[in-house]
């Protein structure tokens, strides 16, 4: 039996884009991009600062083979005020992604994914590539038990405290009032199963397009996720499970775009809110939100 079109299109794209390699770690995970030309290997390394390590030292959770031509594998040209779109799909049992300037599969052998990706983008390539990476990592993470989300953390007395939700909630604004707490990233979360609790690394995804160059590395204990919602005067809500379930979910990251992993999200999910802090967080552009919090 033939593989379906798209996998069996991508697989057999093998000319790369060039010869360099750049490693990103990430918490106890590593994530290899592999055939980068100069400049966006250079781009890359300079937009993620400290959390690049030199290819090798560690072992890649993932490589990401990335090679030219396969345009006729993405997504439709993006149109201005269309929301911009990740989709993914299972055919033949294997998962795919793809966007406006990319696509990407497991290789037949496994081990690694191939990187169908733009030469040239109406976007930059870096921000394309950092949403591959992001849809990645969203994918490490429910495999390992836990999920990725549409959220910012800070770390404060040794734990990390979650502030999700979608564009415009306030989740950036919430980490500059928080200072100086130090910033794990303010656009992007992810929250891992650890014996009886959860904890979170600090990721390179910022709104800021620029990590720091010195960022934390452990794995930190979470005090809680709380949903912003911006409000006249700061307030806690305590919601049901199911509530608080389907609020999570609706922060999530990429669980459309990964069916094969979809339920397992929900599963997580549900693990976390059933047994750790959720609640809704109403605030107002001032730090005293703080006061409310454990």
């Not at 290789?107 to 870096?126: K, Q, V, Y």
């Not at 590539?129 to 993470?141: F, L, T």
């Not at 939700?165 to 929250?191: E, I």
């Not at 397009?209 to 010195?214: D, F, L, M, R, Y």
Request: proline share 8%; glycine share 8%; aromatic share 10%.
């Amino acid at each position: 039996m033939t593989e379906p079109r798209l996998i069996d299109a991508l697989r057999s794209l093998d000319r790369p884009r060039g010869a360099r390699t750049v490693a990103l770690a990430l918490g106890e995970w590593c994530l290899a991009l592999d055939g980068l030309d100069d400049a966006l290997a250079g781009t890359l390394e300079s937009r993620w600062a400290g959390f690049t390590v030199p290819a090798g030292r560690t072992a890649p959770m993932r490589v990401l083979r990335v090679v030219r031509g396969g345009e006729s594998l993405w997504l439709p040209h993006w149109k201005p005020f269309e929301r911009y779109r990740i989709e993914g799909g299972v055919e033949g049992g294997v998962p795919f992604a793809r966007s406006y300037h990319f696509a990407l599969a497991p290789d037949a052998r496994g081990g690694s994914w191939r990187l169908s990706l733009a030469d040239e983008a109406d976007e930059p390539i870096e921000r394309v590539v950092e949403n591959v990476v992001r849809y990645m990592v969203a994918r490490v993470a429910a495999e390992a038990g836990g999920f990725a989300l549409h959220g910012a953390s800070v770390l404060r007395e040794g734990r990390a405290y979650v502030f999700a939700g979608p564009s415009l909630s306030g989740k950036s604004t919430a980490v500059a009032l928080s200072a100086p707490a130090a910033s794990l990233g303010d656009d992007f979360a992810v929250l891992l199963p650890h014996g009886a609790e959860w904890r979170v690394p600090a990721l390179p995804f910022d709104s800021s397009e620029q990590a720091p160059p010195k960022p934390e590395t452990a794995l930190f204990p979470v005090a809680g996720i709380w949903r912003l919602f911006q409000a006249a005067e700061s307030r806690i809500e305590t919601v049901p499970p199911t509530i608080a379930a389907a609020s999570l979910m609706g922060c999530a990251a990429f669980p459309w775009a990964m069916p094969d992993l979809s339920e397992s999200v929900l599963e997580h999910v549900l693990r976390y809110v059933g047994g750790a802090v959720f609640a809704h967080l109403h605030f107002r552009k001032t730090p005293d939100f703080w006061d409310l919090l454990p």
